[in-house]
């Protein structure tokens, strides 16, 4: 199959790239850029798993053709934190107990920080729908909106 | 209690970093060199006979290395093919169940080997089948594959420790796997003293983990060694070894597994494709990876099991249970695996019953099948008996809380079987739901708003706990910090316990402790993580480890200190003379002399292990406050209370995610999840949009209660925490809906379909 080329941004690192037009930004970002924090747990859209912020929204990168995402910037799990520092999201998770088996913490914690950035002090319910796209099996949920929550009150 | 300074705190988990951050290696990120990708075939029929399979166009196609059927493959052991699905790596001339794997693509990149599953031609003739486990006990039933001769149980018995032997089907030729019968007293007599006597059939189906990770392995093979090593997605790294070594008669010196982070197992993720992946790599002689799709996992993997319950109870009117007739009929699908024997044992072990009869059927029939999911069984036996005792105090006008304070097991009541129990917390549990805000208030809850009713229901369950062997090593660095070394996949925060654990025996900060999991290769045996058993037993080798350590750092202290050693303490990284506090030396200062060029002593290596003997029976008493929408048949959550019987908390953060996690997923069991087959045994809804698990806005804030009745043998008495809090919240959901509106819904989940059923305003 011919390549096409793709020019992205990836957690602020340039990359041009040529790729098959039937790749999703997931799998060119996994397996061609080996950051492999984006998750696949279903390829359908439906868990969240694979979230990243693309041009400041957030997508299931599952379901986005790379090509789609063609002179964006792309913000993974990766790019969160900064000169050795956790993001305050990811501080709070660890604090709160919010992480259990991992896999869909990468996404959640997008998922949160999309939420934060337009909304800087959301209520429990802004908070748990924001987050419904996301789906995490081990712990209820508890800990991870009370993770956000503290986040949320902490000064950046 | 004695004062600790590590363990019952709240500790931040020790791997967090990694999944905060993304650097965690989970199997599907696993990527070696020259590695090739595996896709799986599945048949499309529930029982079909293969005619005529053709991989000829397949494998011509550019970038396929192998297309494998089962002719191909190594012949394993006829007996242990039949009965374990395991070995049945790819479908020889027999399908039992649609999604049943028939081929395996090899090919250097996934989209070539999806595109050569499509150029394979298989013809498929089709047989009966048969989907319901209540026809399939029929005599004239049509028989679900060709029959057993032996059942292989070997990794049921790592989840749950059961001195029950099932027993196999003899003689003709049925579809029952197992089964078996608990007797105690005379039924007749109890049904016939009892002022109430009820009798219900419950309904339970097939659900699952829903981890989110799909299944994933990478087998590599390394033909001029002759070394087998896989990296993989398993609870239990040494069960998957010494069972890759026994089927393809390698050395266990050869075969080197790796238990990479798990993404949620929940029980499902013990061993399943790891011998296709290696059959396939002994095959082409390169490293290939299988990773399951999302659809794939849960069609082919291993769910739980459907059941069926019909319950007979009688109750005097003081609330007093008299008899339990029951008989539990368990859906095991294509292969036996279903965990029968527990859910029997508890449907009858957590009420004292003086007369009882339950009779239990594994089955088999045509759907995938199944293993183990949290708690196994349970559940939806649990369901089924806390639905009866709901039931029976309201019909007698009585607390259902007390009914079950006044019926509920302790220390010595036998459970079916016989077995005492030792000392137990399940009263315990039933007192602190009892006092919880959401039980007191709820006389003065607003029943009524509009066309919505609310309700609270409680229920109880519990679980055995899994026992086997354990080991850990213990040992003093260079630098005076702690490395222990355990065999166990974590996959509740147990390293995070352990080295909690290593830090209190040590008097060392937890920061100043690091655990690994090794591979098979390095690491000292554990058990499979599941049974609720790893902190339980692996805990207890880590604390032995510890100590043995700590007595290693204080010889060569008393020697070189020149103090006797009965005299000398430990405290924050110092060995010091009780009576000479100066008269010190330091961890670091001990590891130089311990391990420096020419050093006077040998190193600190602790050695743990231990042989586990005794269960530590765990409970979980929850309350649901629910509301019920009589319009559109909608259940909602509102308030919630869980408590359990954790022995110990070693790490309450875990303790509660633990509780929180079981509880949601309970609620998942109650009101959205169901895999639903068609009539001819094809699964209906194969995503996560029509299977439907909990999102953040369905469930509430989850209260947890932390109860500690100590254990004899855990760790500081700690006991197994994973299972229990997923066992009574199906039962405690249907018994607040009912006493929100006043119906009883003896299927779950409890969708809006069967709430408008059951209140009249949906008819066939």
Redesign the interface.
């Known amino acids: 199959m011919p390549k096409l080329p793709l020019r992205l941004r990836v957690n602020g690192e340039p990359y041009e790239l040529e790729v ?1 037009p ?1 790749r999703t930004l997931l799998e060119v970002v ?1 397996d061609d850029l ?11 859209g ?2 969240g ?1 694979c979230s990243m912020i693309v041009d400041g929204r957030l997508v299931t990168s599952c379901l986005l053709l790379a090509l789609e995402a063609n002179g964006a910037d792309v913000l ?3 790019g ?2 900064r000169d050795g520092k ?1 993001h305050p999201l ?1 501080q709070a ?3 709160h ?1 919010a ?8 996404g959640m ?1 997008l998922a949160a920080k999309c939420l934060l950035d337009l909304n800087p002090h959301p209520s ?1 319910e802004e ?3 924001a ?15 009370q993770a956000i929550a503290a986040a949320a009150e902490r000064p950046d | 209690m004695a004062e600790y300074r590590a363990v019952g705190r ?1 500790t ?2 020790v ?12 199997t ?2 696993v ?1 070696l060199p020259g590695m090739l990708h595996v896709k799986l075939l599945c048949g499309p029929h529930a029982h079909a006979r293969i005619r005529r399979l053709d991989t000829t166009r397949a494998a011509a196609l550019d970038g396929v290395e192998a297309v494998v059927t089962a002719a191909d493959l190594p012949a394993l052991d006829p007996k242990k093919v039949a009965s374990n699905r395991v070995y049945s790596l790819l479908a020889a001339g027999e399908v039992v169940f649609a999604g049943q794997p028939v081929a395996a693509v090899v090919a250097r990149d996934p ?1 070539a080997a999806e595109e050569a599953l499509g150029l394979i031609e298989v013809e498929y003739e089709e047989l009966p089948a048969v989907l319901d486990p209540l026809e399939a006990l029929k005599e004239d039933s049509p028989l679900a594959r060709s029959p057993l001769s032996d059942v292989d149980r070997s990794e049921l018995r790592g989840h749950a420790t059961v001195d029950v032997e099932e027993k196999e089907a003899e003689g003709r030729a049925t579809n029952i796997a197992s089964q078996l019968r608990f007797t105690r007293g005379d039924v007749e007599q109890g049904l016939a003293e009892a002022d109430l006597v009820v009798e219900r059939t419950y309904r339970t189906p097939m659900v699952h ?6 299944h994933a392995t990478v087998a590599d093979y390394d033909a001029t060694s002759g070394e087998m090593t896989i990296y993989t997605a398993t609870q239990g790294q040494f069960f998957v070894r010494d069972e890759i070594a026994r089927m393809f008669r390698l050395p266990e010196t050869k075969v080197r597994v790796v238990g990479l ?6 029980g499902g993720k013990m061993f399943l494709f790891q011998a296709l992946c290696a059959a396939l790599a002994l095959l082409v002689k390169k490293p290939v990876k299988l ?1 399951l ?2 659809s794939e996992d849960l069609t082919s993997a291993t769910p739980a099991p459907q059941a069926v319950f019909d319950l007979k109870t009688g109750m005097k009117r003081d609330g007093t249970l008299t008899a339990l007739q029951a008989r539990a009929v368990y859906d095991s699908g294509a292969f036996p695996g279903a965990a029968m024997a527990i859910g029997c044992i508890l449907l009858g072990g957590y009420y004292r019953c003086p007369n009882l009869e339950i009779e239990g059927f594994e089955v088999l029939t045509n759907k995938v099948s199944v293993g183990a999911y949290r708690a196994p069984a349970v559940p939806s036996a649990t369901f089924a008996i806390d639905s009866q005792m709901d039931i029976m105090a309201r019909e007698l006008g009585l607390d259902p809380l007390e009914v079950r304070l006044r019926n509920a097991v302790q220390e010595g009541d036998p459970l079916p079987g016989e077995m005492p129990y030792p000392r137990i917390g399940l009263r315990e549990c039933l007192e602190r739901v009892r006092d919880s805000d959401l039980w007191r208030q709820r006389h003065r809850l607003e029943r009524e708003a509009g066309p919505r009713r609310r309700g609270v229901g409680v229920a109880a369950g519990g679980w055995l706990g899994g026992l086997q062997p354990a080991a850990a090593t213990v040992m003093l660095n260079g630098d005076g910090t702690v490395g222990v070394l355990v065999g166990a996949n974590d ?3 147990t390293n995070t316990s352990f080295a909690q654990i290593a830090a209190e025996e040590l008097c060392l900060p937890v920061s100043q402790v690091q655990v690994i999991t090794g591979d098979t290769r390095i690491a000292p045996f554990a058990g499979i993580s599941a049974g609720s058993k790893t902190l339980y037993t692996v805990g207890r080798a880590v604390k032995a480890a510890a100590e043995d350590a700590r007595r290693q750092i204080l010889d060569t202290a008393a020697q070189r200190l020149e103090v006797p050693v009965e005299e000398l303490e430990c405290a924050d990284g110092v060995v010091r003379a009780r009576s000479h506090p100066e008269k010190s030396i330091t961890f670091g200062r001990l590891a130089h002399i311990t391990t420096a060029f020419g050093a006077a002593y040998p190193p600190v290596v602790g050695r743990g292990a231990i042989a586990a003997r005794k269960q530590a029976p765990g409970f979980s008493v929850q309350a649901a406050e629910v509301e019920v929408d009589t319009e559109t048949g909608r259940v909602r959550v509102l308030r919630y209370v869980t408590a359990q019987d954790v022995g110990f908390a070693v790490n309450p ?2 303790v ?2 633990q509780m ?6 309970g609620i998942g069991m109650g009101l959205y999840e169901e895999m639903v087959y068609d009539d001819r045994g094809r699964l209906l809804n194969p ?3 029509d299977y439907r ?1 909990p ?3 369905d ?1 509430p ?2 209260e947890s209660l932390i109860v500690e009745v100590p254990s004899e043998d855990g760790p500081y008495g700690a006991k197994g925490v994973g299972e229990p809090p997923v066992v009574p919240t199906s039962a405690a959901i249907a018994n607040a809906v009912h006493d929100a509106i006043g119906v009883r819904i003896t299927e779950i989940p409890i969708t809006p379909e069967r709430i408008l059923r059951a209140l009249g305003k949906v008819k066939d």
């Open positions: 098959e039937h996994r080996h950051l492999t924090g984006a998750k696949e747990g279903c390829g359908t439906d868990c798993a993974t799990i990766e969160l934190a956790l990811q998770f660890l604090d107990g992480v259990q088996c991992g896999f869909c913490i990468p914690i429990e908070i748990r729908h987050i419904v796209g996301n789906l995490c099996r081990c712990t209820g949920y508890v800990k991870i909106v | 709240p931040v988990r791997e967090g970093v990694g999944k905060v951050t993304g650097r965690t290696t989970y599907a990120d990527h989209t983990q829903g981890y989110i990770e799909p982070e798990l993404g949620g197992g929940f990773v799709s999302r996959i509740t925060g953060l875990s509660e995610g929180e996690g079981g509880t949601v997923q995503s996560l949009l698990l999102t953040a806005a469930v804030n989850i």
